[in-house]
T-cell receptor, first 113, second 115 residues
Framework: GNSVTQMEGPVTLSEEAFLTINCTYT??????LFWYVQYPGEGLQLLLKATKADDKGSNKGFEATYRKETTSFHLEKGSVQVSDSAVYFCALSAYQAGTALIFGKGTTLSVSS | DAGVIQSPRHEVTEMGQEVTLRCKPI?????LFWYRQTMMRGLELLIY????????DSGMPEDRFSAKMPNASFSTLKIQPSEPRDSAVYFCASTGLALSRNEQFFGPGTRLTVL
């Protein structure tokens, strides 16, 4: 079946450090891939997405590249800020619109100044 | 544009009471999802609807949980009777066919505490 595996947290970094959060997936067909972010006390927000192999999603300095050969969609940011502290969820959708997303368990990022 | 609207934002109730959570999806969206988030189990899909019809309710934990979508602009998730282990944050999300491959928009959540 379809599944998403992301690295266990928490991830603790100093401001301006480089961030990588690993995400790998198992899916039939050609899924779309997403990163969602959840700030404290809020709902999930879409951070970035990629809908086909080799696509790079980017937003707010975050990037992730859809790698079909390694079934991965790792999230990266070159210089994190304290305001990036949140929980990050990798997700996939393997069918047409209207089908539920499959989420990873989430990775908590804590950035200190 | 208003996003997904959920009410109430916080609910505290006693074990055995009925709880009803409400959701208004984004206008024009035709799919609606209910999720539950806990520290132990993370984010779980409970049920989702396409065009007001329940498609997959395999995530509903037991018969105490029920969900309805009487029209395109409103859905409820009901727990009767509630138990302390139902304490969680419940999210509603919606998406539409025009969106890029299933991008979902989440509401702010309802934090439920069952004493």
């Amino acid at each position: 079946g379809n599944s998403v595996t992301q690295m266990e947290g928490p991830v603790t970094l100093s401001e301006e450090a480089f961030l990588t959060i690993n995400c790998t997936y198992t899916a039939t067909g050609y899924p779309s891939l997403f990163w969602y972010v959840q700030y404290p006390g809020e709902g999930l927000q879409l951070l970035l997405k990629a809908t086909k192999a080799d696509d790079k999603g980017s937003n707010k300095g975050f990037e992730a590249t859809y790698r079909k050969e390694t079934t991965s969609f790792h999230l990266e940011k070159g210089s994190v800020q304290v305001s990036d502290s949140a929980v990050y969820f990798c997700a996939l959708s393997a069918y047409q619109a209207g089908t539920a997303l499959i989420f990873g368990k989430g990775t908590t990022l804590s950035v200190s100044s | 544009d208003a996003g997904v609207i959920q009410s109430p934002r916080h609910e505290v109730t006693e074990m055995g009471q009925e709880v009803t959570l409400r959701c208004k999806p984004i206008s024009g969206h035709n799919s609606l999802f209910w999720y539950r988030q806990t520290m132990m189990r993370g984010l779980e899909l409970l049920i989702y609807f396409n065009n007001n019809v329940p498609i997959d309710d395999s995530g509903m934990p037991e018969d105490r949980f029920s969900a309805k979508m009487p029209n395109a602009s409103f859905s409820t998730l009901k727990i009767q009777p509630s138990e302390p282990r139902d304490s969680a944050v419940y999210f509603c999300a919606s998406t539409g066919l025009a969106l890029s491959r299933n991008e979902q928009f989440f509401g702010p959540g309802t934090r439920l505490t069952v004493l």
